[in-house]
């Protein structure tokens, strides 16, 4: 069990949220930007059964060939206040 209580170990998959992009959705630009997808999801799916927060990226239309990262608390801790702080630097309210 990890954190408040809340995580019960037992071979977990558990999708948390995930967005895939539209058109317009994506900022004007001269470049070609990519239709991108992300998903987070929490796992304990692993040798060690170490409950890890899973981050998926791939291209919308391409599920299945994108990229996984399995994070462990650390590094979803330093991902989480990575984005924070990237929040704060263009001006918006990072919130909770």
Do not use: K, N
């Not at 070609?32 to 239309?61: F, N």
């Amino acid at each position: 069990m990890v954190g408040a209580g809340i995580w019960h170990a037992g071979h977990v998959r558990r999708s948390i949220d995930d967005h895939p992009f539209t058109p317009d959705e994506l900022p004007p630009s001269d470049d070609e930007l990519q239709l991108l997808s992300w998903a987070v999801a929490i796992s304990d799916d692993y040798d060690d059964a170490e409950p890890r927060v899973v981050l998926t990226v791939e291209e919308v239309g391409s599920a299945g060939e994108g990229l996984v990262m399995h994070l462990d608390g650390p590094q979803a801790r330093r991902l989480r206040l990575a984005l924070r702080d990237a929040m704060r630097e263009i001006g918006l309210d990072p919130g909770e």
